[in-house]
Structures are given as structure tokens and as C-alpha cells.
């Protein structure tokens, strides 16, 4: 049978490892809704790629290699989103459960001063209330991009404390 420990401590380490898992599950379900939102806008979006086209200087016969072009692009860039996504939420899923912990932190880290940048970006967007239709967008994107930020800073800020927490129990990390 096994017996939990009790102490302050533990149950602080308990709730950090809960905390990291579950930041680490959040990070890739987002990347799949970035994933998802970047389909749906780029394809089923009515002829989005064309309107992109027609502001360009491209002969009409060459349209559709330059639409395969910007497909093929559009799909590696999201694999790389994904996986980034990926690569993090496991490895804090990871690192909750006392596996490998230091790849994903430096890129949660890298992804959170990003996303910080990115927040700071919205700051004139946000103010201007001339377009209620982008207004409406933009708060939903602000605030999905929060929630990103949050799940970061929680994976950053719950590593930390599983180090000291670990420390202080004699735990080796």
C-alpha cells in the first residue's frame, strides 16, 4: 500500500507536478487550435489564397503553382508550430513525472518572452474602437493569447518550485 506524505511540502510538491502537467496538456491543446485556426482561415475561408494573389503582379496560369507553393508552406509551418507545441507540453508533462526537464523550459521560457512581446502588440489594436468587427477579433485573440501566456508563465513558474520543493525534501532532481 502506498502512503502520501502529508507534510506542507508535499502536498505543495504534489499540487506543482498537477500544475505543470496540466499547463503542459494546455500548451498542446492550443497548438492544435493555432493549427486549426491557421486551416481554417488559410483554406476554408472563401478563396482567401486568391485574394492574397490578385494584389500581386502574377500572371493568371501561374496561380496555381504559386498557390501549391504558399500550401506547402503554409503546412510545414504549421508541423513546426505543432511540434514546438508538442515538443514543450510533453516534455512538462514529463518533467511532472521526474523525467527529462530542461529542453522544454528553455523553449516554454523563449515562447513566454514571445508571447509577452505579442501581448504588448495588441496594445494599440485594442484602444481603437472605430471597427467593431476587428474590435470583437481582437479581444478573442488577446485573450487566447493571455491564456497562452498563462499557461508559460505556470510551466516556468511550477518547474521552479518543484526544484526547491524537491530540495527541501532531500529529493534528488
Not at 507534510?7 to 492550443?30: D, H, M, P, V, W
Amino acid at each position: 500500500m502506498i502512503i502520501a506524505e502529508n507534510s506542507a511540502n508535499a502536498i505543495k510538491l504534489r499540487q506543482c507536478k498537477t500544475e505543470l502537467a496540466t499547463a503542459g496538456a494546455g500548451y498542446i491543446i492550443f497548438g492544435i487550435w493555432s493549427v486549426l485556426k491557421v486551416i481554417m482561415v488559410a483554406f476554408l475561408r472563401d478563396h482567401a489564397l486568391k485574394e492574397l494573389l490578385e494584389d500581386q503582379t502574377i500572371a493568371p496560369e501561374e496561380i496555381p503553382a504559386v498557390m501549391a507553393f504558399l500550401i506547402v508552406i503554409i503546412a510545414c509551418a504549421t508541423f513546426v508550430v505543432l511540434g514546438m507545441h508538442f515538443y514543450v507540453g510533453i516534455g512538462a508533462i514529463k518533467a511532472s513525472r521526474g523525467g527529462q526537464k530542461k529542453g522544454y523550459l528553455i523553449w516554454a521560457r523563449i515562447f513566454f518572452v514571445c508571447n509577452i512581446i505579442g501581448l504588448l502588440s495588441y496594445a494599440g489594436n485594442i484602444g481603437d474602437l472605430s471597427n467593431i468587427e476587428i474590435q470583437d477579433t481582437t479581444i478573442a485573440s488577446f485573450l487566447v493569447d493571455l491564456t497562452v501566456t498563462m499557461l508559460l508563465w505556470g510551466m516556468i513558474r511550477s518547474n521552479r518550485l518543484i526544484k526547491e520543493l524537491s530540495k527541501e525534501n532531500g529529493q534528488v532532481i
